[in-house]
C-alpha cells in the first residue's frame, strides 16, 4: 500500500522555521522525485519544491532562498526547511510523489499557519 505520511507543521511567528517530514512506502520513494506542494484558504494547490531521485532540485519563485528540499533514500524520508517563514506561507503542505510526468502519490498533508 502506498502511504506518504506528513508531520512538522505547527503555528510560527513571521521571521521563524519549520521542518516538514514525509515518510513514503518504497513503491513510491525509490527512484522516484519527490515535491512539496501547498494550498492557502481560498486558492488552488500549488508547487513549492521538487527533488529528484538523484538529489536536484527545483522551486517555485516565491520560496527560493527560503526553503529546502532534501531526502534521505536510507530510509525514504523527504523534508522541506522552512526559513524566513511569512503569514502569506500559511497553507496546508502536502507531499507528493512523482511517477513518470504525474504527480501520482499525495500524503493528507500538514497545516502551517504563520502569525504576523
Known amino acids: 500500500q502506498v502511504q506518504l505520511l506528513e508531520s512538522g507543521g505547527g503555528l510560527v511567528q513571521a521571521g521563524g522555521s519549520l521542518r516538514l517530514s514525509c515518510a513514503a512506502s518504497?513503491?513510491?520513494?525509490?527512484?522516484?522525485?519527490m515535491g512539496w506542494f501547498r494550498q492557502a484558504p481560498g486558492k488552488e494547490r500549488e508547487f513549492v519544491a521538487r527533488i529528484t531521485w538523484g538529489g536536484g532540485t527545483s522551486y517555485a519563485d516565491s520560496v527560493k532562498g527560503r526553503f529546502t528540499i532534501s531526502r534521505y533514500n536510507a530510509n525514504a524520508t523527504v523534508f522541506l526547511q522552512m526559513n524566513s517563514l511569512k503569514p502569506e506561507d500559511t497553507a496546508i503542505y502536502y507531499c507528493a510523489g512523482r511517477v513518470g510526468v504525474s504527480w501520482t502519490y499525495w500524503g493528507q498533508g500538514t497545516q502551517v499557519t504563520v502569525s504576523s
Open positions: 518504497g513503491r513510491v520513494f525509490n527512484g522516484n522525485s
